[in-house]
């Protein structure tokens, strides 16, 4: 594609972390950007238990987290799976999990693929985002 790629290797899984992937996966897609966001360790095991919309947040922030919780519903911000959906019909959006992580977080393959657009190895992943215009690791 002569898009540019836009790469997001999203480590960090609690929600305050997967908002920020989410709005910037969204508005580069919406951009027209090619995004691709690589799933590793902790987003992989929350994609697969089901709990990515979960509104978690580091304990660092615990103080505060149940107002911002609060405001974030009653402003009516998408779900995180929400983004996702919208940033795939907006433009090109992919999800890809590593597949060190699904072993490395002991999940079955199955309860990620379906959800995901593909799952890869590290060296297919470099070689998939080698001469991205933006990488961010989150």
Not at 69 to 90: C, D, G, T, Y
Request: aromatic content about 8%; proline content about 4%.
């Amino acid at each position: 594609s002569d898009r540019p790629k836009f790469v997001i290797f999203a480590h960090n899984a609690t929600y305050d972390k997967l908002h920020q992937v989410a709005t910037l996966g969204l508005t580069a897609a919406a951009m027209g950007k090619d995004v691709i966001v690589v799933l590793l360790f902790w987003t992989i095991k929350k994609l697969a238990e089901g709990k990515i919309d979960a509104m978690d947040f580091p304990p660092e922030y615990a103080e505060s987290a149940d107002q911002v919780a609060r405001l974030l519903r009653e402003k009516n911000v998408p779900k995180i799976s929400e983004m996702f959906q919208e940033a795939r019909l907006v433009g090109r959006f992919r999800l890809i999990a590593c597949s060190a992580g699904l072993e490395y977080m002991g999940v079955e393959s199955e309860a990620v693929e379906k959800n995901v657009d593909e799952v890869l190895g590290l060296p297919a992943i470099l070689s998939l985002t080698a001469h991205a215009e933006t990488k961010l690791f989150i």
